[in-house]
């Protein structure tokens, strides 16, 4: 974990800085989103290397709660 810290660190880092510059483009007046977090970007990756392992065919499909398909650790981890 020590190894990617850097790497989490540096992509919410530039996802942040990547928003606020948007946020400088737009002519209308929109109140800010918090800034994503090491911690939120962890669970964020996290996810994507789990669908790697359980690969479903439509993205909405991670997020059933039919009981068929359902998957606790999608929903749990980012709603």
């Given amino acids: 974990m020590l190894f990617f ?3 989490i660190q540096l992509a919410a880092e530039e996802t942040n800085r990547h ?3 948007y946020l400088d483009t737009l002519d209308e007046v929109q109140s800010p989103l918090p800034d994503v ?13 789990q669908m790697g392992h359980n ?4 993205l909405k499909d ?4 039919h ?5 606790a650790f999608y929903g749990n981890t980012m709603k």
């Fill in 55 to 58: 690969q479903r065919g439509m």
């Fill in 5 to 7: 810290f850097e790497i």
């Fill in 37 to 49: 977090t090491v911690q939120e970007m962890s669970l964020f990756l996290a996810i994507i290397v």
């Fill in 19 to 21: 928003y606020h510059q």
């Fill in 62 to 65: 991670y997020w059933w709660t």
């Fill in 67 to 71: 009981e068929e398909y359902f998957t």
